[in-house]
């Protein structure tokens, strides 16, 4: 195996956002291609198998591209980048954050951060009905809440409307004390949160009061129209059929609607079917409605979360296959 070397500059003012603390985006680059990155006056050896090398050098290269348009640079991006070039799909990459959906009340942008969800925010923005599925942590959620925030500043569309499922995460809480609003905020919390992030809690209170954004159980959408909202419902899989047919025949004109749901978390009860099972089965080939699959790549929280999905996807496919041959198994033993 032949050795090669390659050169590259990286800015000052950038130097230390690519590396990280104590190196540490470099140590994982070297560990992942198996190169050595030496610093030396600016500018940048990598040195190792000829294309080991080459794509070392290119995540460095978007490391510094992300950084030099304000970005600092987390574990998450260094992860990623690194896993679109063993891929060789690391040149969409660059163009992922170039699209900016808003700002936190803290400054902080919100963008998509893969291309999962850059897709995602894609698709919303040309469907009228998205379907966003996958793990927790890869922005479904908070993503459409940005999108729908952007829209209703831009007087897209004159009102909000977040809706979830109030069922116990595995649970039973008994009896809540308190009016109606108390007993059901609790399993509205995650909009709730959110909401305050992006929108501020002064300003959500003063277009609440109005009318303007509305944070409800999904019971409370029977026997209404939606027209000219922007309308999220999460925790999708945890509808039943009835509640999500109900839920899609409610939207009027004008409005945009993201469902958002994990297919690994459902809180039914033991074999219940999900709505959202059932929607994506019989919507799949209308037009206007969009589905966009997010995986554990797409997991922008803690690394550490992105290998806990990774590893219960692993667990859960290997018990799948097991089931899969005991009924084989069964079926042969009855023949």
Same mark, same amino acid.
């Given at each position: 195996m032949s050795i090669s070397e390659v050169y590259i500059d990286i800015p000052s003012k950038d130097m230390g956002n690519v590396f990280g603390q104590m190196d540490a985006n470099a140590k994982k680059i070297e560990r992942a291609f198996q190169v050595s990155v &030496?610093?030396?006056e600016g500018k940048i050896k990598i040195v190792g198998a000829e294309a080991s090398v080459q794509k070392a050098a290119s995540v460095l290269n978007q490391l510094q591209q992300l950084s030099d348009r304000g970005n &600092? &640079?987390?574990e998450q991006n260094v992860d990623y980048t690194i896993a679109m070039s063993m891929e060789e799909n690391d040149s969409a990459v660059l163009d992922i954050d170039k699209e900016l959906i808003c700002h936190t009340t803290n400054g902080k942008p919100i963008k998509p951060k893969t291309l999962g969800q850059k897709q995602y925010i894609d698709a919303i923005k040309e469907k009228m009905i998205v379907f966003g599925i996958g793990p927790a942590g890869t922005g479904k959620t908070y993503l459409a809440m940005a999108m729908g925030i952007t829209a209703f500043k831009n007087d897209e569309v004159s009102r909000i409307i977040l809706t979830r499922p109030a069922i116990e995460a595995g649970e039973k809480l008994g009896f809540l004390p308190g009016d109606l609003q108390s007993k059901i905020d609790p399993y509205l919390r995650p909009?709730?949160?959110a909401l305050y992030q992006i929108m501020g809690v002064e300003s959500y209170q003063k277009n609440m009061e109005k009318g303007l954004i509305e944070v409800a159980p999904l019971a409370y959408m029977r026997g209404r129209t939606l027209?000219?909202?922007?309308i999220i419902l999460d925790e999708a899989q945890n509808t039943t059929p009835a509640?999500? =047919?109900m839920?899609?025949?409610r939207i009027g004109f004008g409005s945009k609607v993201i469902i958002t749901g994990d297919m690994t978390q459902k809180d039914l009860a033991p074999g219940a079917t999900s709505g959202l099972d059932i929607a994506i089965r019989v919507l799949s080939k209308l037009d206007d409605i969009g589905f966009c699959y997010l995986t554990? =790549?797409?997991v922008v929280r803690h690394p550490l979360v992105q290998k806990i999905v990774k590893a219960y996807e692993t667990y859960e496919s290997k018990e799948s296959g097991k089931d =899969?041959?005991?009924s084989s198994y069964k079926t042969q033993k009855k023949k």
């Open positions: &030496i610093e030396r &600092i &640079i987390h909009l709730y949160d027209d000219n909202a922007f509640q999500m =047919k839920f899609l025949t554990s =790549k797409d =899969k041959r005991r």
